[in-house]
């Protein structure tokens, strides 16, 4: 039994721009739902809309927020495509925390980590100063990236991996603004792996 003009014409005619249609649908750039990251943005800093947008044009880019926030969702893609590929990665969350500025290193946790050095241990102030730095930040001891009493041998991976976070110190300043200080707390505030989310 035939099929109806109409009927075989329609699947034709349906056939051909669904064939149009996936390569070209398969070539567009895959976008994130914006509301979702809008929210991501409010979460991780703590703020509504209003702070990095004025009014309702929401394009407006002539609020400072707004060109930081473009500025820092490039650094993170290039952190996390580069230096961190191998680990978990960063988000806003990381160094945020629900804050409008990232929390710095709290100076009594530092005083208290080099009260506790013994006052025999020969080595300079500025080493003394960074490890005790680095045992704040990941909350750990000496241990952590270091064998006890081969302080240079460098076979942990924890130790190894310094090298790859001291180095984004030098990619940082690429996308904040010029009077933003980092420190290694930003991101770690005492745990090993940062944290990417609430």
Excluded at 111 to 128: G, M, Q, V
Excluded at 159 to 167: F, P, R
Aim: glycine fraction near 6%.
């Amino acid at each position: 039994m035939k099929k109806p003009l109409f009927r075989q014409n329609f699947v034709a005619v349906a056939t051909a721009a669904l064939l149009c249609w996936i390569p070209a649908a398969a070539s567009q750039p895959q976008t994130e739902d914006v509301t979702s990251v809008m929210a991501g943005y409010n979460r991780a800093l703590g703020v509504q809309c209003d702070f990095c947008h004025g009014g309702t044009d929401w394009k407006d880019e002539g609020k400072a927020p707004f060109a930081i926030a473009r500025q820092m969702a490039a650094m993170i893609k290039a952190l996390n495509g580069t230096a961190l590929e191998s680990t978990p990665g960063v988000a806003c969350w990381t160094c945020h925390a629900g804050q409008r500025h990232p929390s710095r290193l709290p100076p009594e946790a530092l005083a208290a980590e080099e009260a506790k050095w013994p006052h025999d241990l020969a080595t300079n102030p500025s080493r003394k100063l960074a490890m005790s730095v680095y045992s704040v930040t990941l909350g750990v001891s000496c241990e952590y990236c270091h064998v006890v009493g081969q302080w240079s041998v460098g076979d942990k991976a924890p130790y190894k991996m310094v090298a790859t976070m001291v180095a984004m110190f030098d990619e940082f300043p690429k996308y904040m603004p010029p009077t933003a200080r980092t420190q290694c707390w930003m991101c770690h505030k005492g745990s090993t792996t940062p944290q990417r989310q609430p």
